[in-house]
Structures are given as structure tokens and as C-alpha cells.
């Protein structure tokens, strides 16, 4: 396996949950009132620092889709989907776009609020 080159995105961003690795930014978030097996998930114009599963023909809550999986570069985990074609004419706007599941996801402000305690101790045992 090769060097994993990864993209670093300017300003805030939604990174990977298990590794941090910047996958999209706000400016690209279309909606956040997409479903997933596993909770809510956002649908998004753009992503980076993916890699694709293969295509394959799933059946959603809104009909029928050709879809693949899509994984964080770095840590292989699995981050959501990308729709590659919807065979209903109403679902056409999500073809090319992608679906980050958001418990699989953390926002840049998310990790500003995370709490830290150091454990260790301050005084020296003399």
C-alpha cells in the first residue's frame, strides 16, 4: 500500500469521527434532514479524503438508487454513501451527491467543545 495523500480543507469542516480527517465542508451541506440505518445523516455537493465501495442497486425510503459506500482514506471506516443514479425522476437532484451519516461524522465545532482532564498529577512526591 502506498503514501495516503489527504486533503486539508480551509476553515471549518466535517471531519471523520474515528480519525479526524477533513471529509466536507459547510458550504457544501445541501440538507440535514437525511435517514440512514443508523440515524440522521446530511447530504452534501461535495466530499474529500474518500474512497468508493462498489456500485450496487439499494432500496431507500424514497425508491430505488444506484449507490456505493463510501469509506475515510485513512482509517477505512465506513462514512456514508454516494448516489450515482436514482430511477425516479424526482429523485434526480442526489445523483453525484453524498450522504455522510452524521454518527459517523463530527463538526469542527463539535470538537471545540470536546473536555479534556489531565490526570496527571501536579505535585512531585520528594
Not at 43 to 65: A, D, K, Q, T
Request: hydrophobic content about 30%; aromatic content about 10%; some cysteine.
Amino acid at each position: 500500500m502506498g503514501r495516503i495523500f489527504t486533503v486539508e480543507l480551509e476553515g471549518r469542516s466535517y471531519r471523520c469521527r474515528f480519525c479526524r480527517t477533513h471529509l466536507a465542508l459547510p458550504d457544501d451541506l445541501i440538507s440535514k434532514s437525511f435517514h440512514c440505518r443508523r440515524g440522521k445523516a446530511y447530504l452534501f455537493n461535495r466530499s474529500v479524503n474518500i474512497s468508493m465501495g462498489p456500485l450496487e442497486e439499494r432500496m431507500m425510503l424514497s425508491g430505488m438508487h444506484t449507490v456505493a459506500d463510501i469509506f475515510c482514506c485513512c482509517c477505512g471506516q465506513n462514512v456514508g454513501w454516494k448516489y450515482e443514479s436514482a430511477h425516479e425522476k424526482a429523485q434526480k437532484y442526489k445523483e453525484g451527491k453524498f450522504v455522510l451519516e452524521r454518527g459517523r461524522i463530527v463538526d469542527e465545532i463539535d470538537l471545540s467543545t470536546e473536555v479534556y482532564i489531565d490526570t496527571r498529577s501536579d505535585t512531585e512526591d520528594s
